[in-house]
């Protein structure tokens, strides 16, 4: 069982700064923060309790663009002025306007489970490294632990298994738990307002899974013996890796 007190920000100078941080930013700032904030405290409120076992300290929910520009959000051990365990959420999720919001149908109600989807993608990893001691530098820290977690939470909420980000140690072929809980939730859970980048189409060769046999590969390169297309058919069919004798 992991220690009932976790192992980050635990003293009671830390624990008493977090609160005082959390009254005043879910009282005195600016309204859209301040709305956005208390949304994100009370749910982080549920999530301690029924994902967490009450083991964590509220982090500071901070609204600001991590610094790689494909992350929608992030977890720090330590905050920008040197305090303990900082959650960012880039602010375009907040306000909609985030390349795979704005061709969405500006939901706000889809906007708001896209966020606090970030949100609670990252207080896994501040549980992992926080509670489990168990913070993963492969794969940035898209590891088997936190595949693991992921894993765990969403069988509470109903949603499929992921694996690990690197494909090698995936050994089921799940999902990864990289953008969980984003690319397991049902179809039309975000109301339509968040709509990903497609995958990248695949440059990896293949060999197997070939439409055509060896037979029927070798009588189109009969039948346009001679043709301009004779010497395309032989380029494909290196590249499929379709040699030896023809199949009986």
Do not use: F, K, M, Y
């Given at each position: 069982m992991p220690d009932s007190h976790p192992t980050?920000?635990?003293t009671d100078a830390d624990a008493t700064h977090r609160q005082a941080f959390i009254d005043d930013?879910?009282?005195?700032?600016?309204?859209p923060y301040r709305q956005v904030l208390q949304v994100l405290y009370d749910h982080f409120d549920q999530w301690n309790t029924v994902f967490f076992g009450q083991q964590l300290v509220p982090p500071h929910f901070v609204i600001l663009a991590p610094p790689t520009?494909?992350?929608l959000g992030d977890y720090q051990p330590h905050t920008g002025w040197g305090g303990s365990t900082q959650i960012r959420l880039r602010p375009s999720l907040i306000d909609g306007s985030h390349p795979h919001l704005v061709?969405?149908?500006?939901?706000?109600?889809?906007?708001?489970r896209c966020w606090l989807d970030v949100a609670l993608h990252e207080c896994v990893h501040y549980y992992c490294d926080a509670v489990l001691a168990a913070p993963e530098q492969a794969e940035k820290g898209h590891g088997r632990i936190f595949a693991q977690e992921c894993t765990r939470i969403g069988s509470l909420l109903d949603l499929p298994p992921v694996g690990p980000a690197r494909r090698s140690r995936n050994y089921q072929g799940w999902?990864?738990?990289?953008?969980?809980?984003q690319n397991v939730r049902p179809a039309d859970y975000y109301r339509g307002a968040y709509q990903p980048d497609p995958p990248p189409p695949t440059t990896r060769r293949r060999t197997t899974d070939n439409p055509l046999t060896i037979t029927e590969w070798q009588q189109l390169q009969d039948a346009l013996r001679g043709s301009d297309l004779a010497p395309?058919?032989?380029r494909l069919m290196a590249y499929h890796g379709v040699t030896g004798e023809a199949d009986r």
């Open positions: 980050v920000g635990t930013c879910t009282t005195n700032a600016h309204p520009p494909t992350r061709h969405g149908s500006q939901d706000a109600q889809g906007w708001e999902p990864s738990c990289a953008h969980w809980p395309l058919i032989e």
